[in-house]
């Protein structure tokens, strides 16, 4: 028997498209030095292999679609193949209905299916016949760089505790998670105006329609719609779908601070790292500027996370739970979901300005003490470090080589110095009694010698002078 693929499917949470990515158990395919064999000979030893699959291609009858394939191989081989073919939209007779309404469920980008409550939206008629403009129409931009022109009523919407709004060709008192009598064979876009706390605002514009193709204008108001997406390269949907939002959070990374290179020029200087080396180890603190986070109030209102958390390299969730009345779980640790040493990210944040503050320094560095940053994390998923004290800042804001940023921060901490301290005298002027050691009185410091200082760790070695001057400010001749 040949072995069994797993088969995972998901969809882009923007462009609705999906991927389908088919993975093989390789103790199934390969047994020591010897591929297995399948129903007709070996598995892949100078096999091709064959994958056949049927697409189901959803569309506005009419419209032409693009349809591509890639495959790639991943693992121990290699290769690559890809087509592309245009499909013409039919009416199937057995989708010769109508659409009485379209459920739009708004979910975390956590699972896909979490439903989110409280996701503001507005939804409006698309006037079709308008060209879409860069600027100055109602709506704004989408992620797609592309307005959209609103005619008739501009509708706002709210999802329930079911995360769900619903548009509807019956009859029906509109409410914040329902607008009915919407004509059919129309096109409507809703969007995203404000997201759930801990969530980032999804500004992809979402296009559908209500579909009856058995009106005397179907065919009419179809190409219409149609024409519409292929000039603006839109989707359109004229069934259920979700509408995904990534949780609200920021990332930065912990460095030697003579890793970073300033580099000035005629224009912006530019900041980057001179390696993609980081610290591991660091601890932090980050607490919430929330005015309403004062006296016994445990949590951030309206969200799941306290009013100040711990955040530990690559350490995992912590939660603790109210006493008392309705009891509340909130979490107390963020999770760092960069799984690698010295790079954080966290996520899951209500959006508004926070302190973080370094509460462990990587092993061999200096503590930064009384050194805090203000991060400010915005609704349209962005974020912004700043500092929050006036002096000792280690704070890298990091830019291409123009000097643009790049949106990325790095916090450098400085090494431990040890000092040694010494005097060059005449060996006269040592006296020894017993164990103790010490000078006679009146013995006199010799100047004028020269040392070198050599690491028994790595072999380097820096010379080191007698310049009169001692490293804490004594002046005297012959001491270091």
């Known amino acids: ?41 070996p598995l892949y030893k100078g096999k091709k292999f064959k994958l056949f699959y049927d697409v189901a291609v ?23 193949a890809s087509a592309q073919r245009p499909v013409t939209i039919q009416i ?101 105006t404000k997201a759930p706390e801990g969530y980032v605002v999804n500004t992809m514009p979402q296009y559908f329609y209500l579909k009856y193709l058995r009106a005397d204008d179907a065919d009419t108001a179809l190409t219409a719609i149609s024409s519409y997406a292929d000039k603006n390269d839109i989707y359109v949907l004229d069934a259920a779908f979700s509408i995904v939002d990534p949780r609200a959070g920021f990332a930065w990374v912990k460095v030697d601070e003579k890793n970073i290179e300033t580099v000035e020029s005629s224009g912006k200087p530019s900041v980057s790292l001179k390696k993609a080396q980081y610290l591991a180890g660091t601890e932090w603190t980050l607490k919430s500027n929330d005015n309403r986070c004062t006296g016994d109030q445990k949590f951030i209102p309206n969200s799941n996370v306290a009013c100040e958390v711990t955040i530990v390299d690559n350490g995992a969730q912590q939660t603790a739970t109210t006493a008392g ?63 929050a004290t006036t002096t000792g800042s280690q704070l890298h804001a990091l830019t291409d080589d123009d000097g643009n940023p790049t949106g990325e921060y790095a916090v450098g901490n400085d090494r431990k110095t040890a000092g040694l301290e010494w005097g060059k005298v005449d060996e006269s002027d040592v006296e020894t009694n017993g164990s103790s050691v010490a000078l006679k009185e009146g013995a006199a410091y010799l100047g004028g010698s020269a040392w070198s200082l050599t690491s028994n760790a790595c072999g380097q070695s820096d010379r080191t002078a007698d310049r009169n001057v001692h490293p804490e400010g004594n002046g005297s001749s012959g001491r270091l």
């Open 325 to 387: 009345g309705q009891p509340v779980t909130y979490i107390t640790r963020l999770a760092d979901a960069d799984g690698d040493d010295g790079r954080f990210k966290v996520s899951g944040l209500p959006t508004g300005s926070y302190t973080l503050t370094e509460t462990k320094a990587p092993s061999g560095y200096e503590s930064p003490d009384g050194i805090s940053y203000t991060v400010t994390v915005k609704r349209d998923g962005t974020f912004e470090m700043t500092d």
């Open 1 to 41: 028997m040949s072995p069994q693929p797993t088969v995972v499917i998901a969809k882009g949470a923007v462009t609705h498209r999906q991927t389908a990515t088919i993975s093989f158990n390789p103790a199934e395919l390969y047994n020591g030095e010897y591929p297995l064999n399948g129903d007709k000979g």
């Open 92 to 192: 199937p007779t057995a989708d010769a209905g109508a659409t009485g309404s379209i459920t739009a469920t708004k979910v975390s980008a956590d699972d896909n299916t979490t439903p989110l409550k409280g996701a503001e939206f507005k939804m409006c008629q698309v006037d079709t016949g308008k060209p879409v403009k860069d600027n100055g129409v109602y709506g704004g931009s989408g992620a797609s760089g592309k307005a959209w022109p609103c005619t008739g009523t501009i509708y706002d919407m709210k999802t329930g505790a079911n995360g769900q709004l619903t548009f509807s060709n019956g009859s029906g008192a509109n409410n914040e998670t329902s607008v009915f009598n919407l004509p059919q064979n129309t096109l409507f876009v809703a969007w995203e």
């Open 58 to 80: 959803k569309g506005i009858p009419g419209q032409q679609i693009d349809v591509s394939n890639s495959v790639k191989f991943g693992g121990s081989m290699e290769g690559s």
